[in-house]
């Protein structure tokens, strides 16, 4: 950035100000629970990898959580989780396609024009219909992800839950910050 050098040191007082304003406040994060914990439970229990990635691991029909503990707060986390009236984000939208001789295929809509639609099954396979081959085309009401979380994990497991996502970006950066140097580096 080139400096201001036609600004006075008042003008770039009131400009780093303003520029500082936008940040926000900094604010401490209070983690609720037992990081470690959420993991086993995002691997395990709570099946979230079944859908979602985070720093390279678990699955490819939800989107990627590795940062979103980095501008979430814990009780955007908690809401996210509990919600059971979340708006589905785009391209994460599914749906079934019923072709002519009554196959179903359920998956997340990759592609879609008036005229075809490819589907993302839960096996990682993609499916491409012309629309008007197909017997049947329904776009899910239900969001993919669970909304019973409040009934499958207590209050302590989804708290550990939202501290492993909270802290998973910042482990995620330690650990891509401390790999050894790549000719690919130098470039």
Do not use: W
């Not at 303003?18 to 709570?46: C, D, S």
């Not at 908690?78 to 396609?97: C, D, M, T």
């Not at 359920?106 to 096996?123: A, C, H, K, P, T």
């Amino acid at each position: 950035m080139p400096a201001f050098h036609s600004l006075s040191t008042p003008q770039v007082q009131s400009l780093v100000s303003y520029v500082r304003a936008l940040q926000g406040k900094i604010e401490t994060r209070t983690i609720p629970g037992n990081a470690a914990h959420g993991k086993e439970i995002f691997f395990g229990k709570g099946e979230c990898s079944n859908c979602h990635t985070i720093a390279g691991h678990g699955g490819f029909l939800g989107p990627d959580l590795s940062s979103y503990g980095a501008i979430s707060s814990a009780d955007q986390i908690h809401e996210a989780i509990l919600n059971s009236n979340r708006i589905v984000p785009p391209g994460y939208k599914s749906a079934v396609a019923t072709t002519r001789d009554g196959m179903q295929i359920e998956g997340v809509i990759r592609n879609e024009d008036n005229f075809s639609v490819q589907l993302q099954s839960q096996d990682g396979s993609f499916h491409f219909f012309q629309k008007s081959d197909l017997q049947k085309f329904e776009y899910s009401s239900q969001p993919l992800m669970p909304s019973n979380y409040g009934q499958r994990l207590s209050q302590d497991e989804l708290n550990d839950l939202v501290s492993f996502l909270m802290g998973a970006t910042s482990s995620h950066d330690k650990a891509t910050s401390k790999r050894a140097p790549t000719e690919d580096d130098a470039e």
